[in-house]
């Protein structure tokens, strides 16, 4: 009964026209590594550096330093402009096997290959530690899908999470 309740629950979200977060179900892409980005990975790196001074990324996100410093949260890459940090990207989730991406950008640096840049520099450094890097979003976030496949990043799994049943 449970099994097809949630059944109906996400036939409901496919077909309605009421949004999927306001029925309590989001869905998920994940993405793997396989095919060579838009960018070259030596152009990746005139844009992206290793980031290793808190401060820069105090400035960037208050209050995320101790964040983004925690064990397992490396590599960070970003772009720094100005003094000033763009894009920041690091290990969100850390197995043995897998790492997966997380990247952050101002709004206003968005659309300028900030964000891609550090993709591509943090997936390098993944792919030297032997780990599969893959990548995750929201099926809505469109931006988020271009910059993953910009970065070579493909499909291999979809996932939906129900929080709310009716």
């Known amino acids: 009964a449970t099994r097809q ?3 109906h629950h996400v036939e409901n979200v496919l077909t309605s026209s009421r949004q999927a977060s306001e029925m309590g179900i989001g869905r998920e892409v994940v993405l793997k590594f396989t095919e060579q980005a838009t960018m070259t990975l030596a152009q990746a790196q005139q844009l992206a550096q290793p ?3 808190q401060d820069v990324v105090e400035a960037f996100l208050p209050g995320a330093a101790e964040y983004f410093f925690e064990h397992g949260r490396g590599p960070l890459f970003g ?4 003094g000033r940090l763009l894009s920041i990207a690091h290990s969100s989730r850390r ?3 897998v790492c997966e991406l997380g ?3 101002l709004p206003e ?5 900030y964000a891609l840049a550090a993709t591509i520099s943090w997936t390098h450094a993944i792919l030297r530690e032997n780990l599969v890097p893959i990548y995750s979003a929201l099926a809505e976030n469109a931006p988020s899908l271009a910059l993953a496949d910009a970065a070579g990043y ?3 799994a979809r996932g939906i999470n129900i929080t709310n049943m009716p």
């Open 5 to 7: 309740a949630l059944l």
């Open 51 to 53: 980031i290793v001074e």
């Open 79 to 82: 772009t720094i402009r100005d």
């Open 95 to 97: 197995t043995s096997e």
């Open 103 to 105: 990247i952050e950008t």
């Open 109 to 113: 640096a968005r659309r300028q290959g």
């Open 154 to 156: 493909r499909i291999f």
